[in-house]
């Protein structure tokens, strides 16, 4: 195993434990405004890793160039390892709103969307990956 092998599987690691740690805050029926931006940070770590994963396995892959967030999700898109890409540029955009939790109103929005759209997608690249690594 090479170092860029290791490295896409350690970084996996990391993003699987912060799922798991997102998936546990997200059990809170009526989270009040810390709990919020305890989701809310989860997500924001979680998204940074599984982004991170995508350029280190494409990377491993033979993809050079994957620089940013977009240009990752556009390649794991284009060679069929993420479904829906659009969800996946708008979770990467939307990540961007998610700095002004002090907003009551706008942090129950984005909790919302996290639960409804983008916990989803994160769920099935861990699933993905999961099956990459077991292969």
């Known amino acids: 195993m090479d170092n860029m092998d290791i490295r896409w599987l350690q970084r996996f690691q990391n993003f699987e434990k912060s799922l798991t740690y997102l998936n546990e805050a997200m059990q809170i029926k009526s989270p009040d405004i810390?709990?919020?931006?305890?989701?809310?940070?989860?997500?924001?770590m979680t998204f940074e890793l599984a982004w991170k994963v995508i350029k280190d396995y494409l990377e491993e892959q033979g993809f050079n160039n994957i620089k940013s967030p977009r240009s990752a999700l556009k390649?794991?898109?284009e060679i069929e390892l993420i479904n829906d890409g659009q969800n996946w540029l708008e979770l990467s955009s939307d990540r961007n709103l998610t700095t002004p939790t002090y907003d009551e109103e706008k942090a129950?929005?984005?909790?919302?969307l996290i639960?409804?759209?983008y916990?989803?997608?994160?769920?099935q690249l861990y699933q993905t990956f999961k099956g990459i690594r077991n292969e």
């Open 115 to 117: 639960r409804e759209k």
């Open 34 to 44: 810390i709990q919020q931006a305890g989701i809310i940070h989860f997500f924001e």
């Open 119 to 123: 916990y989803p997608l994160l769920e």
């Open 75 to 77: 390649k794991a898109f």
């Open 108 to 112: 129950m929005e984005i909790v919302q």
